[in-house]
């Protein structure tokens, strides 16, 4: 068939286009039904209470839906933060792999090819001393994982934001990168993200960082 494509999974695929040409859509089949998965394709970073079943079990999560606003009442899934923050040079502070919860295994991703934007919302402050606390770097890995967790890296990218606040409150700053969708992923593991945030503080300062992954929120997402 001369449309036919074939994904990352090994599984056949139609690109379908709308009549004056604005709109594409993959069909695929599943079982016996065709399915049609539209584009882009994007994952909010999110953090769950009760772990996604797959492997030893994960919190940190790719969801194409993002949680409701409410879920457990627990104002703590809405980021992930590092308090008692005293390095006055370049440290790695937030170290998270975020891993796609989908019980067909990876199944509605995109095929591999093309580029992936990540785009993270991170916060910094002061609680102590007088002067800055840096937000230096952001490290974006897209890769996998095995059922135990440990993470192989396809693709690495930084960015590198030039931000810094004395403010006691949460400052907010958003970082991108571009990652290649180009590689494959072995049977028995699943596609996943890793987020690095690095940072510092001035001298006799503390401070906190936080990565956010809002409930209901595309604070921090993946884009295919």
């Known amino acids: 068939m001369e449309n036919a494509l074939i994904d990352g999974n090994h599984n056949a695929s139609l690109l379908a286009e709308d009549a004056d040409g604005c709109e594409t859509a993959r069909l695929r089949c599943r079982g016996r039904a065709l399915v049609i998965v539209g584009g882009p394709l ?7 209470n009760d772990k996604y079943s797959w492997g030893d079990g994960f919190a940190y999560l790719l969801m194409p839906i993002p949680n409701p606003a409410d879920l457990d009442g627990d104002d703590s ?19 998270k ?13 995109p095929p591999k ?5 990540t785009v993270v919302r991170t916060g910094i402050a002061r609680t102590g001393g007088t002067g800055d606390v840096y937000l230096t770097k952001m490290t974006f890995s897209l890769g996998y994982v095995d059922g135990a967790g440990s993470f192989t890296s396809g ?48 001298s006799g300062v503390t401070g906190k960082m936080k990565l956010c992954c809002g409930r209901d929120t595309y604070d921090s997402f993946l884009e295919f």
């Open 97 to 109: 792999v975020f891993v796609f919860a989908d019980l067909q295994h990876y199944y509605v991703l």
């Open 155 to 202: 693709s690495t990218a930084d960015a590198t934001p030039n931000f810094h606040t004395d403010k006691t409150d949460y400052q907010l700053c958003s970082g991108q990168a571009w990652l290649n969708w180009d590689f494959d992923i072995p049977g028995g593991r699943t596609f996943a993200l890793r987020v690095q945030l690095y940072g510092k503080v001035g």
């Open 113 to 117: 090819g093309g580029l992936v934007r």
């Open 42 to 48: 994007v994952l909010a970073l999110q953090k769950v």
């Open 77 to 95: 899934l809405d980021y992930e933060e590092k308090t008692g923050i005293t390095n006055t040079t370049e440290a790695k502070q937030i170290d």
